[in-house]
């Protein structure tokens, strides 16, 4: 296992860090703690795949990965409105799927993949390894690729403009982003932990920045 690399680029300190069998704390709601994510993004993203696992019993609105562009604050962001709804956000537009059995398991824990295809708008969201039915939105459309990325906080402006009423108070783990689709066997590889072709955000070799109240445990699942 790695261990965190630091290096600093201008006034912020840039993590590179292997966060294998662990995750970030939300510890309490606030408009201020957040992480920014820094994946690879080297060109216009027409495909987009996004998994992450996440543990939260809040009832209120809250984000879980927020992508802002100067275009469209909400360019593509996974915020789940209320308990058995979960929303995916593509070019400022919204699709809601509702959510089989509350939160999807017992324990409060969830793993969601959603993924947007620019060609048909097709959306799918992945909910513990089980597709849902699929719905569409913004055809043709294609996410910039000058945008910031932010767990914790609902962006309303890139890198701002945050509410503590759509704060994530809980934990998220196991974040990953692709600029293609995911296939069915490969949902359950990323479920399962398995590392796949493509990724530009990659919870084993992750750079980001916390700011303010955000903590790094190791994670208390059973790590696969
Ligand atoms: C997006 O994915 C589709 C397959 O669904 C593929 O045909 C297309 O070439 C991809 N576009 C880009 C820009 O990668
Ligand atoms: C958050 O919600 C509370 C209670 O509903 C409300 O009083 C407050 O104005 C909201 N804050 C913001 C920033 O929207
Ligand atoms: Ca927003």
């Known amino acids: 296992e790695v261990g965190p690399l630091l290096w600093s680029s201008l006034a912020a300190c840039v993590s590179l860090a292997d966060l294998h069998g662990k995750v970030f704390v939300f510890p309490k709601a606030t408009a201020t703690a957040h992480v920014i994510l820094k994946p690879r993004l080297d060109k216009l993203l027409w495909n987009i795949s ?7 019993d809040l009832t209120r609105a809250y984000s879980l990965f927020s992508y802002a562009t100067k275009a469209k604050d909400n360019d593509f962001l996974l915020f789940k409105p209320k308990p058995g709804l979960l929303s995916l956000y593509v070019g400022g537009e919204l699709v809601t799927f509702t959510v089989p059995g509350g939160t999807g398991t017992s324990t409060g824990w969830m793993h969601v993949c959603a993924s947007w295809e620019s060609t048909t708008g097709i959306a799918e969201l992945w909910v513990n390894g ?3 039915p699929r719905k ?3 055809k043709g459309y294609f996410v910039s690729n000058q945008g910031v990325l932010v767990l914790g906080q609902e962006q309303d402006t890139p890198g701002g403009k945050f509410n503590i009423n759509q704060s994530f108070v809980g934990e998220i783990t196991d974040v990953y982003m692709w600029d293609t689709l995911l296939s069915p066997d490969e949902v359950s590889l990323v479920m399962n932990n398995r590392v796949l072709p493509h990724v530009i955000l990659d919870w084993r070799a992750l750079s980001y920045e916390t700011k303010d109240y955000v903590v790094i445990k190791p994670s208390l699942l059973p790590v696969y």
């Open 136 to 138: 569409g939105l913004k």
């Open 50 to 56: 996004v998994c992450l696992r996440f543990g939260c």
């Open 130 to 132: 089980s597709p849902l």
